[in-house]
């Protein structure tokens, strides 16, 4: 079974969003995909989509053993994409079941930083630099949290048996540079890395699948990459 959370900025998406998502990345995976309704900022700030999250991932795990007999992974994109990376950490340390792998589309990792791709693509490519500033400042509003690993798991300085993870990055998003980050980091720690950059696509492309054909592409790859997780699992 695969616990997916969406995409939004920590503010807003959910179901009617990503349904179609988790319905492909259920076929092309074999599993169940979960999408939790996670708490959403402002109303509840940081750390409540973290713990929302990790308690869906406690009863998906208890679920799965009754119902499919099998292991959990984690997935998402965006701000879901840092909630499954968050997930995946607190997996290694005993803070929640240890998922078989960690599929990230997109993700935000690094909080405040001065990556290229922030500058390069920071107007003018669907998602600007402004607007991630607005999400993160309604879900981060303490100044302590800025650094918290719970937010920035890209600033973990032990990254070492970690789940195996898929990073899936847009080629034109002022994100990319932190999904690509991460995965050399990874890669760096000595954890299973399959790293993609797809060309000529947006931020939160997966939601455009129907008009950008690298959507379901990569839909595919990460529905492979679980049946293989979840196969040598078993």
């Keep these: 079974a695969v616990l997916y959370l969406h995409g939004g900025g920590f503010v807003h998406c959910g179901l009617n969003s990503h349904h179609g998502i988790c319905c492909r990345l259920a076929r092309a995976s074999g599993a169940a995909v979960l999408l939790p309704d996670y708490a959403l900022a402002p109303e509840n700030p940081f750390p409540a989509a973290v713990e929302d999250s990790r308690a869906a991932l406690v009863w998906l795990a208890g679920a799965s053993a009754r119902h499919w007999g099998g292991q959990v ?67 981060i509003q303490r100044e302590e949290d800025w650094t918290h690993p719970h937010f920035v798991p890209g600033h973990t300085a032990d990254l070492g048996g970690l789940a195996p993870a898929v990073i899936v990055t847009a080629a034109c998003d002022p994100m990319r540079d932190e999904g690509q980050a991460y995965a050399s980091a990874l890669k760096r720690a000595g954890v299973p890395v399959l790293y993609r950059c797809y060309p000529g696509t947006l931020h939160a492309f997966l939601n455009f699948y129907a008009l950008m054909p690298h959507g379901k592409t990569a839909l595919r790859l990460g529905g492979r990459a679980l049946r293989k997780a979840f196969a040598a699992s078993a």
């Excluded at 079941?97 to 500058?119: C, I, M, T, W």
């Excluded at 693509?121 to 600007?128: K, T, V």
């Design 73 to 139: 992974a984690v997935a998402g994109d965006s701000a879901g994409g840092n909630i499954a990376a968050v997930l995946a950490q607190s997996g290694r340390a005993g803070l929640c079941p240890n998922p078989a792998l960690q599929l990230l589309y997109y993700p935000s990792l690094y909080g405040r930083n001065n990556l290229p791709s922030q500058s390069t693509y920071e107007e003018g490519y669907f998602l600007s630099r402004r607007s991630m500033e607005w999400y993160a400042a309604q879900y």
